[in-house]
């Protein structure tokens, strides 16, 4: 397995293009992404009640194939009503029609900004006329892309594997995603959602679903800058099959490749989350349930008095110990075992639920552990088989600042 | 009903005392409330599944009555094993006997301060000694013990109701209770526990368990200041019965002070929540079901991104309705009606789910509503028949200053 250069267009047949449409000041902000054949699609959505009409409109299609997707950011188009799914219809239809494709519902449409507010659908038609007459190959073309879809993102994310699978065919995952930025202030906007495309051309099952569920939950939903869930999250994979060779499904070197795509693109969220100075990581391990390990990681990653700790590298263990005790996992606190790592060194904590030490020395290495750019939580909760990981980040003035300014 | 000077000894029969037992540098850090006679007690625990010692020793003893109650603030007796176990035992027997009391159980104990730290026993008990010598009725006592109790508490909080009940009989009810507040430098302290004593002359019967966990779900159960729950939150009523007439259970001027006094108290809790600048009342009606109702109270006040707004003014309803929809509670977009109280204006913001107003000028007036000390956001899901009412606080650069700086 190789990582290559590259976004979205670097698996074969994907054209991207990335333009200003108007609905930003400035930059750029409506993406679209083709496929030269129908590509199998399978899509996540958020489960927040309050879901935005181009989800609501993903999600009553439901398109089992997709040849293109429309990405506008900075609005969200949620809280719209019926004008707001209308808009996600023209929309559609507006992108079928200039791409050239004669069934809608081959186009996925979603939107990522300022949530309550109308689009301004000229402004949005013009765009998508534009990008689809600069859709391309190559970096350029997965550059646009990448930047179109940012709100608060201060960087670009991406990556792209390159993999042999068990029948010999070679084949590319390739991903690009949006997630929590710290804001700069011609770009203020409120709503971090995560949005996050993966295309490949890989030959896949219609029966993928689960698997693509799975990896799901072990990437994307195993992060939290926050712990507010998003009215537009929506992540998506687009396989044409291009690379031919077998279904991919059961190969080992796909899940591999594929797992490693979203998992390097969650961790670029977490590490571009807005006001972030550390990454935290999370890792239960000896828990009775899988569901529970997950529980567990979540609410340690999204205590607010763990995330300023970890921000002021304060050795407040005491709190990652309350975190997991308001948890859905079932322990005995007399098996807890307790590490902190960072900095390059590894410091015991709890052993069967009591501190290891209690002098200051100590307790001034934990805060050294606790001083590096990512800190390692690892728990050990007794002798159960499941384990999960979960990343997060820490909480700081800036995390306030960005979230406290006014919104236009 | 009456609102009366006074704090824990107002009801008859009650005395406290608050020393200085060296615990924490300088501040009083132990308090004793005892009753002249066994009172009935009804007592509430945190649901973390990581308890305090001296949590775990009361859930055991489970006591029906208690005749006194001791109080260290500075360290929380939490992650602390056996040892921590033992040293609960100590401080009880040790009060029983410094007190004149014969059953060991009828005295409570509870600590708040650090976790993960072992008490200093020495300290400790010569504390209990000073206060039980120094126990007494009346405002200065009432002061100590209220102050003996605080953390990061910026200040004392206690209230006290008299009360006329059906049978003629005048009863009091007072209430003392510690909270979350901003930190001083020779007081940082970690952890932000809950904790509140409730003291009647009022007679109760022994079925009184599932009004005062009404009374609880109503009052403390429906306040956030960061959403983590502590180890060691405690809420205990002592009613002595010293006022006499007929058991006061179903005497609804009764429980009506009685949920005056924790509303009070909770409130209190919230105003001088860690870096709060402004309060959060949240009332969500109509919902279908009173968990549901509950649920998005909750989630509202819970979310970061809604507490960040808040804190700088700026109106971005759409984040409450995001934290609306991750809550459990089931409702139709379209039937949502969402105002905003503050600065003495209302504001409708949402009718049917979708914003009433879109241009600059009605934003600034959301706006200005949001500038006031409280801000009250009034939800209406539809027509069903449940609402429950919560406080919160806003999330500010002070809050993570607090929570960020070393714990020593």
Redesign the interface.
């Known amino acids: 397995m190789e990582k290559i250069e590259g976004g979205i267009t670097a698996a074969q047949g994907f054209k991207a293009a990335g333009v200003h449409s108007g609905v930003k000041y400035r930059s750029l902000d409506l993406g679209v992404v083709t496929s030269d054949v129908p590509a199998k699609s399978f899509i996540g959505y958020t489960s927040?009640?309050?879901?935005a009409a181009p989800v609501q409109v993903m999600m009553e299609t439901n398109p089992r194939e997709l040849q293109a997707f429309v990405i506008n950011s900075g609005n969200?188009n949620?809280?719209?009503?019926k004008?707001g799914i209308e808009d996600v219809y023209n929309m559609r239809a507006h992108a079928a029609s200039a791409l050239g494709i004669d069934d809608e519902e081959l186009v996925g449409v979603i939107s990522t900004g300022?949530?309550?507010?109308?689009l301004n659908m000229p402004k949005i038609l013009y765009g998508i006329d534009r990008a689809s007459k600069e859709l391309a190959y190559g970096f350029e073309a997965d550059n646009d892309f990448a930047e179109a879809i940012m709100t608060t993102d201060t960087r670009k994310k991406e990556v792209a594997y390159r993999v042999k699978l068990g029948d010999g065919s070679l084949i590319t995952i390739a991903g690009v995603a949006k997630g929590s930025g710290m804001i700069s202030p011609h770009m203020k906007v409120?709503?971090a959602t995560t949005l996050s495309f993966i295309s490949t051309d890989a030959v896949l099952s219609d029966d993928f679903n689960d698997k693509w569920q799975q990896t799901l939950d072990e990437t994307f939903n195993m992060i939290s800058v926050?712990?507010?869930?998003?009215?537009n999250d929506m992540s998506v994979l687009m396989a044409n099959g291009l690379a031919g060779g077998d279904t991919a499904d059961d190969d080992p070197n796909f899940m591999k490749a594929l797992k490693n795509v979203m998992q390097d693109l969650a961790y670029m969220v977490v590490e571009d989350g807005e006001g972030v100075t550390k990454v935290i990581e999370v890792e239960v391990r000896g828990a009775p349930s899988k569901e529970g390990a997950a529980s567990a990681v979540k609410s340690i990653i999204r205590?607010?008095?763990v995330k300023?700790?970890i921000?002021?590298s304060?050795?407040?263990?005491?709190?990652i110990?309350?975190?997991?005790?308001?948890?859905d996992c079932?322990?005995k606190?007399?098996d807890v075992k307790l590490t902190i790592v960072g900095s390059g060194i590894e410091v015991p904590i709890?052993e069967?639920?009591?501190?290891v030490f209690?002098d200051?020395r100590s307790?001034d290495i934990v805060?050294m552990a606790m001083e590096g750019d990512t800190v390692k939580i690892v728990v050990i909760l007794g002798d159960g088989e499941h384990t999960a990981t979960g990343w997060g980040c820490d909480?700081?003035?800036d995390?306030?600042?960005i979230?406290?300014?006014?919104?236009?």
Chains 1, 2 share one sequence.
């Open positions: 927040n009640k309050v879901k969200a949620a809280l719209t009503g004008r300022l949530i309550g507010r109308f409120l709503h926050d712990g507010d869930q998003s009215t205590s607010p008095l300023t700790a921000f002021g304060d050795p407040n263990y005491g709190r110990m309350m975190a997991l005790g308001n948890s079932d322990f606190i007399d709890l069967c639920g009591t501190p209690e200051q307790v805060r909480l700081s003035y995390y306030v600042k979230n406290a300014e006014y919104t236009t």
